[in-house]
């Protein structure tokens, strides 16, 4: 099962950027989709980005396409999730997900690999 190491995240002002860093290893990833998922309290996990590690495919959910871009280093094994023009909506847990899958998915259940988690907080 492939383990993923989240980095980055932290507390950003409205209309700032920041970076997520997900570091995967126990395997080789070619045919593996990678998503980012959010989860803010009191509400259900949702999807926020994927994509295949070729780089072939992405999907982005509607509420963040435009400011989040999501993308993959192959030769360091890390998918990244690029966040801009930040809003305070956007604050939540974010995690890191794999699946063993060439195609993207939204539903976190078709997911079977976690990262740990990290904070993300937009102050207005």
């Known amino acids: 099962q492939v383990q993923l190491v989240q980095s980055g995240g932290g507390l950003v002002q409205a209309g700032g950027s920041l970076r997520l860093s997900c570091a995967a290893s126990g395997g080789t990833f070619t045919y593996t989709t990678f998503g980012w998922f959010r989860q803010a309290p009191g509400k259900e996990r949702e999807f926020v980005a994927a994509i295949t590690w070729s780089g072939a495919y992405t999907e982005y959910a509607d509420s963040v396409k435009g400011r989040f871009t999501i993308s993959r280093d192959n030769a360091k094994n890390t998918v990244y999730l690029q966040m801009n023009s930040l809003k305070p909506e956007d604050r939540a847990v974010y995690y890191c997900?794999?699946?063993?899958?060439?195609?993207?998915?939204?539903?976190?259940?078709?997911?079977?690999?976690w990262g740990q988690g990290t904070q993300v907080t937009v102050s207005s």
């Open positions: 997900a794999a699946r063993p899958s060439l195609s993207v998915a939204q539903a976190p259940k078709l997911y079977d690999s």
